[in-house]
């Protein structure tokens, strides 16, 4: 459905836009009747299927990890490579100021244009991304900052150059390295959040997704690929995965839904960059107050899901 919206809010954009510099009579009143079909066609996009926020969270429009970092940081100091191999841009992290607090910033990036997209890898880490990650989470410890990860990513890159420089290693180091930071962390599913290359980035004391973000162990296709040997049936595969914001929160995987514009986040991302600025606030103040920041993060992973799982099945033996 959003794709068809989406298609029909384009041609009335580009018509909207050849109807600006004229001021006549019937091209004001054209003008007023396009916004007003605009706005009707933007509340069908309420409430969206499952694989409609699998479009969304996919979006090439979507704000990214540097969109936020631009919008939500000052001072922001990129720091590259992993001092092992080669530097990595599918990961773009550094040292920033959030709102005068000293902060490490650390998210996927899969780049705007072809050209970006090609040099990121279109947001699938190799190793050395997850081992730089990893040198600024010590770094963040070694100096007392709060980390602050966006998570955007269709998972780490499979290929055969990957494993063989280590992926599996770097991604689970990784995830034992942020498990333990005796740092405050807060996660941010800014788009879509997929396999062990999301989860490498997602162990947070606070995981706050968009609205219309997702977060899964596979994609879509994948799942349909193995259960029905059929990936044309994503959607029902979307469906079936509960990978929406709104089931994860339910779940307690997620922490916050952080409500975006009607179509998504790329139609108005200033909008976007405001209520992920104030939710960062809101979250990071309790959380520098805590004495045991990785307790509180186990004890969380740990919590996940049980409130899905019947009463009898909680029970010990």
């Excluded at 602050?148 to 290929?159: E, H, K, L, R, V």
């Excluded at 280590?166 to 390295?177: F, H, K, M, N």
């Excluded at 930071?181 to 062990?196: C, D, K, N, R, Y």
């Excluded at 986040?265 to 107050?289: E, I």
Aim: proline share 6%; glycine share 10%; hydrophobic share 40%.
């Amino acid at each position: 459905m959003i794709k068809e919206i989406e298609s029909r809010l384009a041609l009335m954009d580009q018509e909207l836009e050849g109807l600006q510099s004229k001021e006549d009579g019937p091209s004001r009143l054209r003008r007023a009747q396009l916004a007003r079909d605009r706005a009707e066609l933007l509340e069908l996009c309420r409430d969206c299927a499952p694989e409609d926020n699998v479009y969304l969270a996919r979006h090439p429009g979507r704000p990214g990890t540097a969109d936020f970092i631009s919008a939500l940081f000052t001072e922001f100091f990129e720091c590259r490579g992993d001092r092992l191999h080669r530097e990595d841009p599918g990961i773009l992290g550094g040292i920033a100021l959030f709102h005068g607090l000293p902060v490490t910033v650390i998210g996927h990036r899969k780049g705007k244009t072809l050209e970006e997209n090609v040099a990121c890898n279109f947001g699938m880490p190799s190793p050395e991304g997850y081992r730089k990650a990893q040198r600024l989470m010590g770094q963040a410890e070694r100096f007392g900052r709060p980390v602050i990860t966006f998570i955007d990513t269709p998972g780490a890159y499979p290929g055969l150059e990957a494993e063989a420089e280590g992926q599996g290693e770097a991604i689970a180091s990784t995830l034992a390295r942020m498990s333990a930071l005796t740092v405050p962390v807060i996660a941010v599913v800014t788009g879509e959040g997929g396999s062990g290359g999301a989860l490498a980035l997602g162990v947070a004391n606070r995981v706050l997704m968009l609205e219309h973000a997702v977060y899964s162990v596979l994609s879509p296709e994948g799942f349909a690929s193995i259960l029905w040997k059929d990936a044309g049936r994503a959607g029902e595969a979307a469906a079936l995965m509960k990978l929406t914001a709104a089931d994860l929160l339910a779940l307690g995987v997620a922490d916050e839904v952080l409500p975006e514009p009607l179509g998504g986040a790329h139609q108005d991302p200033a909008a976007v960059f405001d209520t992920v600025d104030q939710a960062l606030l809101r979250h990071l103040a309790p959380l520098l107050k805590l004495r045991d920041p990785a307790g509180q993060r186990y004890q969380k992973f740990r919590a996940m899901g049980l409130g899905a799982i019947p009463a009898a099945r909680k029970e010990k033996p």
